[in-house]
């Protein structure tokens, strides 16, 4: 129920700005349109190339689903976009600077997706693939190299087994054969020898390795459409930017008005209890549990009823809802009302009054040490509260004066209210 009511309350907000709400969206959705024709257009070009390993490569890359060969695709697309890579390609097209590449991997394959994004899209197209023959040709190299690096290392370790079994050899000549040195020698140069073996099959296999870097199976092709700027993309973001902007300058400028529409806004901007809100859709009963909420609440017998504004019954388009309680009703038109109350009830016309006029009306009471016990809402039914038995008979302030009358009408201040179906006292009109 807190929900639903929280959601309502936050819906009537917005409703009632609807207007300062569409403003914006709108203008946002005009800035997202203008700002898209202001950017210029961007093409976008991709060369798909099919990376293969190279050399005899040992598996120290654990297998995952982005690592099934003997190769790691997110260390290649790294050193596909590597600078070392985009200097290489710019000296393929002769030019000093080139656009950056987006390398991309799909997931289970050895496949990378080399974009570049430039103004043209023969620009676009030609860097995508120089990207590409760049990236093959610096692999290349570096695999080259790499291989030179191991067969030198492998040829040094065959030349130092060779030299220790030209040791051997010679030294096996000089032991006589039945002495343990000899058969010494002997396994050592048995243990050289397979080692001398092994060297030169890893040395030949090196020689012989066909240093194949990938190739390119997608070649990039001049794009016939912009990639940018997006149609969806730019209204979308300036009408999401206009909704959040007009919400939240519905919600300030909601929080600045304090003009009361509501109960809830009663209760926040005033602090008062609402005792009933008769603006919706009444409910049986409600008046008579008005009724007892104002018996309970006031703690003597004479209730002022404070009508703001001071015109609501006459400004009401619908006949005012009788609602009795033994009560003494003063409605203030007696000078001698205030002095005489014991609490007050504001009756409020939702939208036809503001907080600060609540604000008065409560300082005016508090100097005269009149308790507000609550606050009734209305906006086309207004309630009236039913007067006394015996009204009492209105007496100019010039003539208390003058007479020195102090309790005139006692009798009917005494007598409790009872039910009695009438119209409103009216402003200018005598009951």
């Known amino acids: 129920m807190s929900s639903g009511t929280d959601l309502d309350e936050h819906l009537s907000l917005l409703r009632r700005r609807w207007l300062l709400l569409v403003g914006c969206v709108v203008f946002g959705g005009t800035a997202g349109l203008a700002l898209m024709r202001l950017t210029p257009p961007a093409y976008t070009a991709t060369t798909q190339v099919l990376v293969m390993p190279v050399g005899p490569q040992d598996q120290p890359n654990q297998v995952t689903s982005r690592q099934r060969e003997s190769l790691n695709l997110d260390t290649e ?36 997706w080399i974009s570049v994004t430039a103004a043209q899209p023969a620009t676009a197209a030609a860097q995508a693939a120089a990207y590409a023959e760049a990236y093959l040709t610096n692999r290349r190299q570096s695999a080259l190299t790499a291989m030179a690096e191991q067969q030198q290392a492998v040829l040094g370790k065959l030349k130092q087994v060779n030299a220790g079994i030209d040791q051997v050899i010679k030294q096996l000549a000089r032991l006589p054969r039945s002495s343990a040195e000899h058969a010494i020698a002997a396994q050592r140069q048995g243990v050289l020898n397979r080692q001398a073996a092994s060297l030169a099959l890893k040395y030949d296999a090196l020689r012989t390795v066909a240093v194949t870097p990938g190739t390119v199976i997608s070649q990039a092709t001049p794009p016939s459409a912009p990639s940018s700027p997006s149609l969806p993309l730019h209204l979308g973001t300036g009408l999401m930017a206009g909704l959040l902007t007009g919400s939240a300058a519905a919600y300030a400028r909601d929080r600045l008005d304090r003009r009361l529409r509501t109960a809830a806004d009663v209760e926040r901007l005033t602090g008062l209890p609402v005792l009933s809100d008769l603006s919706s859709p009444r409910e049986h009963g409600v008046l008579h549990e008005l009724a007892c909420a104002v018996v309970s609440a006031c703690p ?132």
Do not use: W
Not at 81 to 105: D, Y
Not at 303 to 321: F, I, Q, T
């Open 300 to 431: 003597g017998k004479r209730l002022l009823v404070r009508a703001l504004p001071a015109d609501l019954y006459a400004s009401s388009l619908a006949e005012p809802l009788a609602v009795s309680a033994p009560l003494v009703v003063l409605d203030g038109s007696d000078v001698r009302d205030l002095a005489r109350a014991d609490a007050a009830v504001l009756l409020i016309g939702l939208g036809l009054v503001t907080a600060h006029d609540v604000e008065a009306a409560r300082r005016q009471l508090a100097r005269h040490d009149v308790p507000i016990i609550g606050v009734v809402t209305a906006t086309d039914a207004v309630p009236s509260f039913v007067p006394l038995l015996e009204p009492r008979t209105h007496t100019p302030l010039g003539k208390l004066v003058a007479t020195g009358e102090l309790e005139p009408g006692g009798a009917a201040e005494t007598t409790p209210m009872q039910a009695l179906h009438h119209h409103p006292r009216r402003p200018g009109k005598q009951s």
């Open 77 to 112: 697309a790294q050193i596909a976009q590597s600078s070392v890579v985009a200097a290489r390609a710019a000296a393929a097209l002769g030019v000093t600077a080139i656009e950056p590449a987006e390398v991309t991997v799909p997931p289970n394959s050895a496949v990378l």
